[in-house]
């Protein structure tokens, strides 16, 4: 019977809507009750550090040539030992759509993200964070990676000393 | 002279007390129908401001209040401005004859509960369901705006031709009390709500009504994910609280009609008429509200066809039917 | 009083009506329209025939005016074209005749004949119009009646689907 059908396909969500009214909402009332974000959460952008304490970026453009709105900025600075590292740093959180695109762009682990979401803010210019403001202590994720002992120029071990990595090459030997 | 000046003061205090109370549903009716909503959708809804969000309607009305009021270029300005008044004007001129209350006597004088009990009560509350459709057809035609427009053009037909079943509908209603006065309809059903005696044309009533009053099921004059948000796509601030609250001071209006034909009016046992008639009205805002957390909206054809085929014959054969039974029953 | 009444209803129907027939734009001229039936429902009420008058308000302003909307709407009959002169002198004629209106109808409300206040010398009651119609007038109700049945009929014919393989 198509009308029974009709009928009862009309009045069936009746019953199943005054079976959610008296259930308990599933909302997460934010201000007073938080949700904690898996570790991966891809909130607030950081700057770590090398397990020995020195700064990870080497200002090498990567992360802000990855980032789709263009919201990373830099300078790049050269330290006597021919290190180099970002004179200035700067992250346009108002316009950071939290991608993670350039912490998979970076090569020395240096920018990540952090499950940190409450950093709205009602002045656009306070959520431009410097290099003071991303700069952490701490490792981040990886607590063992130091770009300078897989490659790099010689600041941890003499070029080509570390273990998992070939000498450089001398381009002369190349010639036939 | 006195006397006439009685009655107007009594008219007057009558028609703010029901202005009063109908204006505070209606807002409070905003906030139910969000909530329970939201509570259908396993949400909580506003629950900020105030105790449980009891504040709320205060923060629709000063947020209303305080936006741009805009009007489009090449809109016909006037008929832009007037248009939304019209419709919550017609939906709060619909309560000067529901009566909600036996006569109640104060100083010694018999004063009718009611503001006006005119002897077709029932078709001044058409006239005035017809003249609400000039709001939303106005509304729509000067927004200047297509989307306004088509939402206009939908509502005048939905809203003629359901008029039409609406109107049958009650055919059975008026036999039985053998008056178009709604204090009569509702003495009539002293001992039976009029739901028991005639339940199709109460099915048949509760459907038109949904579609005269644009309610969820029917509500494609405004349908959001088709022209927008219809007739009232073009207007902001103030004006288009006003169809907002035009539409829930309708939804009070159709709560007291359903009441008056259908549940019996005032009339229960223990409690008091008034706390009576108030309570079936809500429940029947309810239903409304529930129906609106329950089903999906139907094409704007199927509507027309529903109407035309089925709901208008059925009506027609109802009126015959509840007329040949209470011939046979009378006789 | 009543005769004031009358006359002042008089006035704004006619000013409604002549409004109507001289405005450029249809819309315009259904608002207008629609004016002069109020005031001609409140009139019939005025004269104690409340039955008549709701019908004036639900078929004619409520059902036939709406279709004409519906049609001027439809054609886009309605030119957009720039207003002349300023909103409020356009309008001054109908916010004048509805607020006349309205004064109107709260005066009649007052001395409604129902309430006994006034008496006309005349009251059709809903009961005596169904009477008179189905006995004394049943058969000029029933050919009116089969007229609009041959009008639907005809309504049917006209718009019912060509059969297949045949051209207009
Ligand atoms: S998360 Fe995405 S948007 Fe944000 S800085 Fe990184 S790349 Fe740019
Ligand atoms: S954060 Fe990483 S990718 Fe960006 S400049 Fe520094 S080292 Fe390069």
Known sequence: MNLWRDIKGTLQPFWVTLGYLFKKPVTIQYPEEKRTPPPRYRARIVLTCNPDGSERCVACQLCSAACPVNCISMQAAEAADGRRYAAWFRINFSRCIFCGLCTEACPTMAIQTTPDYEICNRDVLKLVHEKEDLLIDGCGKDTEYNFYEHSGIGVVNERGGNEDEYGPVDPKSLLP | MNDLLISLVLILVKLGLILGVVLTMAAYLVLAERKILGRMQLRYGPNRIGPGGMMQPLCDVIKLLTKEDFVPDRADKWIFLFAPGLTALAALLSFAVVPFSPPVTLFGREIPMVVCDLNIGLLYIFGLSSLAVYGVVLGGWASNSKYSLLGALRGLAQLVSYELALGLALVPVVMSAKSFSLNAIVMAQADWPNLLRHPLAFIIFMISITAESKRTPFDMPEAENEIVAGYHTEYSGMRFGLFFVGEYINLVVIGAMTTVFFLGGWHGPFLPPVVWFILKVLFVAFLFIWARGSMPRPRYDQLMHFGWKVLIPLALLNVVLSGAISLAVNS | ?168
């Open chain 3, 1 to 168: 009083m009543t005769t004031v009444l009358f006359y002042i209803l008089g006035f704004i129907l006619l000013a409604a009506t002549l409004m109507c027939i001289t405005r450029r734009n249809p819309v315009h001229a259904v608002i207008y329209l629609v004016a002069g039936f109020f005031a001609l429902a409140l009139m019939f009420y005025l004269l104690g025939a409340p039955l008549v008058a709701a019908w004036e308000v639900i078929v004619y302003a409520g059902a036939i005016m709406v279709l004409f909307l519906f049609i001027i709407m439809m054609l886009g009959l309605a030119p957009q074209e720039v207003p002349e002169g300023p909103g409020w002198q356009r309008w001054l004629p109908l916010v004048l005749l509805s607020a006349s209106l309205m004064a109107c109808s709260l005066l009649i409300i007052l001395q409604d004949p129902a309430a006994g206040q006034e008496i006309p010398d005349f009251y059709l009651a809903p009961q005596a119009l169904g009477e008179a119609l189905f006995s004394r007038y049943a058969m000029a109700v029933e050919m009116v009646s089969f007229q609009l049945l041959f009008a639907t009929i005809g309504a049917f014919l006209l718009g019912r689907p060509l059969p297949k393989g045949e051209d207009q």
